[in-house]
């Protein structure tokens, strides 16, 4: 069976922003977020344009929320058709590229909406604009993927958009953007990368490709987020980490995510959380209720990680993730996340029944059923 390999052209390590002065074109759109204008990064981003030899004319639109509305990606939409850039370049954390991935597809074909960004369908796009992601969080690996994740406004609901056609023409990994990242952003961005890395090595959509990079990622994130946890000014580790977070993307985005995004995805959207830390809380429990399916996979990621304990596989694993997520002080329930017994019994139901539609749900390799789901967004309530 023919299998495609997604990947952007990547220029990663620090110093790399550099290479936005060689890109060709007369206009750039920037999508990005209030924060990155704040810290500084934008202006950096805007430095190395303007060293262009092609004097390219830059506009900024900043309004993505930390969930990118679908309301405001329409509003980036009208502000790319109004300046008809050809290049869109999404800035930031994973929200920023993900919207900057929509803004593009209907920027470039004004006759779709984003229900027609789905796998199956080709969209023809570039006809007037490349995309170009640099990523500023070490995590969410949107700057190499072909989804996106936008939430509905109407609905309250997290949509998952994928296409092959929004895969970045060129992605910027430059460490020294990261440097400016709390621990808590850290930390959650973190347990993204980690949860892309263990998810992608057993989903139902592997492959010897996405195989390697899933292993590599999965060690890389051991061994580095630890350190740059203890010292958020260690370049050294910053680089490794920020690396580590796009190999996982490259791994899992050739692969997919599995249940712990299925329900991760809900608990976000429903109880506001970050994506890392919601994603993150649940991997554990994951782990070990794909036991049944995934256990040869598992001795290998242990055997990689030289991890070893008692137990099965699926057991040594899950115990060195809880061990792992304590070391950097990642919260490990939805207790320690603020949520109250009364919120979380007022939207179980529903977050059972989104987490069950999710799309990453339908790639894990045990298949669940609603009370399956329901039994481990409960234990994520205590941590149990």
């Known amino acids: 069976m023919s299998v495609p390999f997604r990947s952007p052209l990547i220029h990663f390590g620090r110093g790399s922003l550099k290479n936005l002065r060689y890109i060709r074109g007369k206009k750039a759109l920037i999508v990005t977020d209030k924060v990155i204008k704040e810290l500084g990064i934008l202006d950096k981003v805007t430095k190395q344009l303007n060293k262009s030899k092609h004097q ?8 993505i929320e930390p969930n990118p509305m679908d309301t405001t990606v329409l509003k980036g939409v009208e502000k790319a058709r109004q300046f008809e850039p050809d290049w869109i370049i999404g800035l930031g954390g994973g929200s920023a590229m993900d919207a900057a991935k929509v803004i593009y597809a209907l920027y470039e074909r004004p006759d779709i909406s984003m229900t027609d960004i789905i796998p199956l369908k080709a969209l023809h796009l570039g006809q007037k604009s490349k995309l170009l992601t640099i990523s ?8 190499v993927t072909w989804g996106a994740v936008i939430t509905s ?8 958009i994928g296409s092959n056609d929004i895969v970045p023409d060129i992605a910027i990994v430059d460490s ?16 993204d990368a980690l949860t892309h890395s263990i998810e992608g090595t057993v989903a139902t959509i592997r492959n010897d490709f996405s195989h390697g990079l899933c292993l590599q990622a999965t060690k890389m994130i051991f061994e580095w987020l630890p350190k740059v946890c203890e010292n958020l000014e260690d370049k050294i580790s910053r680089e490794k980490m920020h690396n580590a977070a796009c190999i996982a993307g490259l791994g899992f985005g050739n692969s997919q995510a599995g249940l712990a995004h299925g329900i991760g995805h809900a608990l976000g959207a429903l109880f506001h959380i970050p994506h890392g830390t919601a994603v993150g809380l649940m991997l554990p429990f994951i782990i070990e209720f794909n036991e049944p399916t995934s256990n040869d996979l598992f001795k290998e990621i242990n055997k990689f990680c030289e991890f070893n304990g008692e137990g099965t596989p699926a057991k040594i694993l899950a115990t060195e993730v809880r061990n792992f997520m304590k070391i950097i002080g990642a919260p490990m329930s939805l207790k320690e996340c603020n949520i109250t017994q009364d919120k979380f019994e007022e939207l179980l139901d529903r977050a059972v029944h989104v987490a069950y539609n999710d799309p990453s749900t339908r790639t894990n390799p045990r298949e669940p059923t609603n009370e399956d789901i329901l039994t481990l967004i409960k234990k994520s309530f205590a941590g149990q």
């Open 176 to 191: 020294s953007l990261a440097l400016s990242m709390p621990h808590s952003l850290t930390v959650a961005t973190g347990m």
């Open 136 to 143: 500023t969080t070490s995590g969410t690996g949107a700057e």
């Open 56 to 63: 390219m004319d830059v506009q900024v639109f900043d309004e």
């Open 153 to 160: 406004a109407e609905k309250g609901i997290k949509l998952s």
